[in-house]
């Protein structure tokens, strides 16, 4: 018989991780004793405790060892948890590529013009929105003039009884004809009379930055977000939307912060 501690050691494993393995009901020491609770194993359960450390090393779960050790699961089963495994692993290390990627850029960066961005772009996913909004197609150089009067029209357009608004967001898409602007606020009732019900759909990946302060200065942040999403090998993906977290009643557009968020895919 084998300690825990000599087990252990040949296995190269922790303590730790044979009592977790006891408790999963993985690796049962071949024996405990009954008034000092030390753990003894047999040298033949070195051939398991491998195959488990295999298996770990692998990338498989304590339930799925379970089930390849003691149920005796064929070559196929075997086979298919392999190529699952084997597309965990490999979306794993796309991320890891393209973060060691944007870590080396950031870098060089830094090294060359000695500084740091003024605003710190973030990937993630948006949720789909339904909104109560106004749409109209404008000319691109007029879009600054039209957002806020048409977040006023959809708050004109809405029953007193709708109550305070939340979440105004616009979504900008360009046409042959200009930018078709989506102006409104996210909604959970029902249609609405000279208003429109729009569905922005749920998007995989953005990159996303947060603007602060007055909105004349949102292009230069749109700039700097696209010009970074190029950097990372991105393409956008679908029109871009502005979610404006804190404005509308607030005078000082100083006190103001906006998220840009554009969809994006794989260049």
């Known amino acids: 018989m084998l300690s825990i501690g000599a087990f252990a050691q040949i296995g190269q494993v922790t303590h730790r991780m044979l009592r977790h393995w006891d408790t999963a009901g ?41 089930a390849v050790l003691d149920e005796g699961i064929g070559a196929d089963r075997i086979a298919g948890l392999l190529r699952s495994h084997r597309d965990a692993v490999e979306h794993e290390h796309r991320i890891a590529t393209e973060r060691l990627v944007d870590v080396e850029r950031r870098l ?31 000319p691109t ?20 009884t709708e ?25 959970g009732g029902g249609p609405i009379d000279g208003l429109e019900i729009v569905e922005l759909a749920a998007e995989e990946r953005a990159v996303c930055g947060i603007h602060l302060g007055p909105t004349a200065g949102i292009p230069d942040t749109w700039h700097a977000l696209h010009a970074e999403m190029l950097a990372r090998g991105f393409t956008p993906s679908g029109p871009c939307r502005e979610l404006y977290v804190r404005s509308w009643p607030l005078d000082d557009e100083s006190d103001w912060v906006t998220e840009l968020q554009q969809p994006v895919r794989r260049a």
Request: hydrophobic share 40%.
């Open 26 to 66: 993985l690796l049962v020491p071949a024996h405990v004793d009954e008034f000092t609770g030390y753990r003894s194993y047999d040298p033949s359960q070195l051939d398991r405790l491998h195959r488990i450390v295999a298996l770990r090393q692998l990338g498989f779960g304590l339930e799925q060892i379970g």
């Open 141 to 160: 150089d007029e879009v600054g003039r039209h957002v806020g009067p048409m977040f006023g029209e959809v708050e004109d357009g809405l029953p007193e």
């Open 108 to 138: 060089h960066l830094i090294e060359r013009e000695k500084r740091m961005s003024s605003v710190e772009f973030i990937e993630k996913s948006l949720p789909a929105v339904r909104l109560i909004a106004r749409t109209a197609t404008v």
């Open 163 to 187: 109550g305070m608004l939340e979440t105004p967001i616009a979504q900008y898409r360009p046409t042959d004809d200009g930018m078709l602007l989506t102006i409104g606020y996210e909604y």
